[in-house]
T-cell receptor, first 111, second 114 residues
Framework: SQELEQSPQSLIVQEGKNLTINCTSS?????LYWYKQKYGEGLIFLMM?????EEKSHEKITAKLDEKKQQSSLHITASQPSHAGIYLC???????????FGQGTELSVKP | DAGITQSPRHKVTETGTPVTLRCHQT?????MYWYRQDPGHGLRLIHY???????DKGEVSDGYSVSRSKTEDFLLTLESATSSQTSVYFC?????????????FGPGTRLTVT
């Protein structure tokens, strides 16, 4: 959906390197959700951000919400092959229970 | 892991035939969703349900209908399948209106319409 843009669309990194994925909304954010999808499987909920400046961590994955920029960034420190997959952000645009998702960022981690 | 199953997991069908996909949950969650996932489009909401017999359309509902006669089951029907409906379909559930955005997803159904 153009309402939610992720960048980059794909990323290949060497194991041990850090990386950042961005998610930018064209509409006001009431909440931002990060999911991870392993190839051929469903999505796994990672974390939810609701307040400007909020930062959350899940193992070596940290996400932050910049409410003014209507943007969230997801940062992975010291990437591992287990981090490979597709990362999707989902946004709450105050539409009563419905999320809009970005197109996803495909991450590959080379050993 | 949330108890969500989808059936079938894979299906190949011909254009014009009806197809029904089933989502079954054991979590007693009120909200259920059907999405389709296509390259370059991410996830797009087809229909969702906020209770038994209560459903509403998502952004790509044309050509699809849903039914929810029990809390645990949410059915997605393609009345007359078209090649444009070839996709991976995901069901999701969420607990309440407060936490409705923390959604748990099923394993997906890969549908091919030839």
């Amino acid at each position: 959906s153009q309402e939610l843009e992720q960048s980059p669309q794909s990323l290949i990194v060497q194991e041990g390197k850090n990386l950042t994925i961005n998610c930018t909304s064209s509409k006001t954010l009431y909440g931002l959700y990060w999911y991870k999808q392993k190839y051929g499987e469903g999505l796994i909920f990672l974390m939810m951000l609701q307040k400007g400046g909020e930062e959350k961590s899940h193992e070596k994955i940290t996400a932050k919400l910049d409410e003014k920029k209507q943007q969230s960034s997801l940062h992975i420190t010291a990437s591992q092959p287990s981090h490979a997959g597709i990362y999707l952000c989902g946004a709450d645009h105050n539409q009563g229970g419905k999320l809009i998702f970005g197109q996803g960022t495909e991450l590959s981690v080379k050993p | 892991d949330a108890g969500i199953t989808q059936s079938p997991r894979h299906k190949v069908t011909e254009t014009g035939t009806p197809v029904t996909l089933r989502c079954h949950q054991t979590e007693n969650h009120r909200y259920m969703y059907w999405y389709r996932q296509d390259p370059g489009h991410g996830l797009r909401l087809i229909h969702y349900s906020y209770g038994v017999k209560d459903t509403d359309k998502g952004e790509v509902s044309d050509g699809y209908s849903v039914s929810r006669s029990k809390t645990e089951d949410f059915l997605l029907t393609l009345e007359s399948a078209t090649s444009s409906q070839t996709s991976v379909y995901f069901c999701a559930i969420s607990e309440s209106v407060v936490r409705s955005y923390e959604q748990y997803f099923g394993p997906g159904t890969r549908l091919t319409v030839t």
